[in-house]
C-alpha cells in the first residue's frame, strides 16, 4: 500500500484548504446503525465497531474495534422509535461521559422526561438508531 | 456463517443478561470479538441468534441456561 504524505490538501481553485490534521480530527472514528427494539438486536451496518451489546431494555454498549485516545469523545445520535406506523414517538438518549471508555460507549433511549426526580418517561428500546463517534484516536 | 448470525450471552452481577450482537464489518473473527467485547471471568454462552426470543416485553426479566 502506497502513502500519500502531504502537509495541505486545496480543492482544484487553490481554496478550501485542510491540513492532514484537520481531516484526522475531523472524520469520523467510529459509526453504527443498528435496530435496538424489534426481536434480537440487529446491527444493519457499522465501521470500526465490533460488537453492540444490549444490556437491557433501550441500554445499549457500543464495542469499538479500535481505540479511542481517551473517553473525551463526541457522540452523536439520531433514533426513532416506531409506532407501528404511526408517527415515531420522539426518543431521548443519553450518554454519560463516565460511562465512556476507550473502546466503549454505553447509551440510554427513552421516551419523555426519564428523571428519577418524577419523570414521566420510560426507558425503552429503540427501532433504529445511528450513533457517531468523533474524536482522537 | 455471518458474525451477526450469532450472539454471546452472559450473566451479570444483578442477574439480568446481556447478549452481544457481533457485527459484520469486522476484521475480527467471533473468538476474537468475544474475549474483548464479553467480560472476563464470566461464564458467556455462543448461541444462534435464532434463540433469542423475539417477544422483548419482558427483556429485563430474562434469564438464560443451558
Not at chain 1, 435496538?36 to 451496518?45: E, K
Not at chain 1, 438518549?93 to 440510554?108: L, R, S, Y
Not at chain 2, 447478549?19 to 473468538?31: G, R, S
Request: some cysteine.
Amino acid at each position: 500500500m502506497s502513502t500519500l504524505k502531504v502537509n495541505t490538501i486545496q480543492d482544484a481553485s487553490g481554496g478550501n484548504a485542510s491540513t492532514a490534521a484537520e481531516l484526522n480530527s475531523g472524520r469520523c472514528k467510529v459509526w453504527v446503525n443498528f435496530n435496538g427494539g424489534s426481536s434480537t438486536l440487529t446491527v444493519f451496518d457499522s465501521y470500526n465497531v465490533s460488537s453492540v451489546t444490549d444490556n437491557s431494555t433501550g441500554v445499549y454498549t457500543i464495542n469499538f474495534s479500535i481505540t479511542m485516545a481517551n473517553n473525551d469523545f463526541a457522540l452523536v445520535t439520531n433514533q426513532r422509535l416506531d409506532t407501528s406506523g404511526g408517527a415515531p414517538s420522539i426518543v431521548h438518549t443519553g450518554n454519560e461521559h463516565d460511562d465512556n471508555t476507550t473502546t466503549t460507549a454505553k447509551i440510554v433511549c427513552g421516551t419523555g422526561n426519564q428523571n428519577a426526580a418524577g419523570g414521566s418517561g420510560n426507558i425503552a428500546d429503540v427501532t433504529s438508531v445511528a450513533v457517531a463517534i468523533f474524536g482522537d484516536v | 456463517m455471518a458474525n451477526s448470525d450469532s450472539r454471546f450471552i452472559y450473566t451479570n452481577d444483578d442477574g439480568s443478561i446481556s447478549i452481544v450482537c457481533p457485527a459484520d464489518n469486522t476484521d475480527l473473527t467471533l473468538d476474537q470479538i468475544k474475549d474483548k467485547d464479553c467480560p472476563s471471568g464470566k461464564t458467556v454462552y455462543t448461541v444462534n441468534k435464532s434463540a433469542i426470543p423475539t417477544d422483548r416485553s419482558f427483556r429485563d426479566a430474562w434469564t438464560y441456561s443451558e
